[in-house]
């Protein structure tokens, strides 16, 4: 489970945007690129974001 302290201070990498917690992944308020959590970790590389559904 992701702090939500930690989640208020996270950024997309990319856009620089905020950030919020749906399931089991971080996802960007603007670009909306999917961030996996690994081991209660929030794998923040744009290189392992899931890009958004069509």
Known sequence: MI???L???LACPLCKAG???EGDRIVCSKCAR???IKD???IM???E???PKK
Do not use: N
């Open 3 to 5: 702090d939500k302290e």
């Open 7 to 9: 989640l208020d201070i």
């Open 19 to 21: 950030v919020k917690l």
């Open 34 to 36: 999917r961030y996996p």
């Open 40 to 42: 209660d970790i929030p």
């Open 45 to 47: 590389l744009i290189d």
């Open 49 to 51: 974001a899931e890009l």
